[in-house]
């Protein structure tokens, strides 16, 4: 695949249809500017400004773009709120759409054919293969990406945070707990 990626960017290159720097810069970006820090600031954010967790569930594109978090595959954000009587975990079954301003690009299981299917069919049992366990009277909300909308999980504020920073909360916000497959750290780092 390495050799076959090479061999189609020297061919593009000598065409003039893409310019190296231009990829340079956006492989770059993708893999120092954005990724599942920015949702952890955001995360973070709603934990500690209650005004602000209003705006990022009523609205989530102006919230999340309010802290410059904007750009492909993040134009239609919906957040959703993890409480004690619902749990969200976010799915593509069609392919993997994802929402790449907050969390950067999917991992390769996000994008696999069992998680996709089994999201949906069994999503307690895949929940449970990610260490999540969740008592019975919590309802599970699985919501299915689309080409337009593209959803983030607000999971719930670990306890034990209450003299935590925005900083060092956003230290303990997790990609998969804002994808709904894993759960913040705990106050202690873990
Ligand atoms: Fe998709």
Same mark, same amino acid.
């Given at each position: 695949m390495d050799v076959r990626v090479r061999a189609l960017e020297t061919l593009l290159t000598k065409k003039g249809y893409v310019d190296p720097a231009a990829l340079d810069r956006i492989i770059e970006t993708y893999e #120092?500017?954005?990724?599942p820090h920015n949702g952890a600031r955001v995360v973070a954010r709603a934990w500690v400004d209650p005004e602000f967790r209003r705006w990022l569930l009523h609205d989530a594109t102006a919230a999340i773009a309010s802290m410059g978090f904007i750009g492909r595959q993040g134009e239609h954000m919906v957040a959703v709120e993890n409480t004690p009587a619902v749990h969200n975990m976010v799915v593509c079954t069609l392919c993997s759409c994802y &929402?790449? &301003?907050?969390?950067g690009l999917p991992p390769v299981w996000y994008k696999s054919a069992p998680y996709r299917s089994r999201a949906v069919i069994d999503p307690r049992g895949v929940l449970a293969e990610f260490g999540v366990t969740l008592p019975p009277d919590t309802t599970i909300r699985v919501w299915d990406s689309t080409a337009e909308v593209r959803y983030l999980v607000l999971p719930a504020r670990p306890a034990g #945070?209450?003299?935590?920073?925005e900083a060092q909360l956003a230290a303990l916000v997790t990609r998969d707990s804002m994808i709904g497959t894993g759960r913040p750290l705990s106050a202690a780092g873990h």
């Open positions: #120092t500017k954005i990724g &929402p790449w &301003p907050v969390l #945070t209450e003299a935590m920073d």
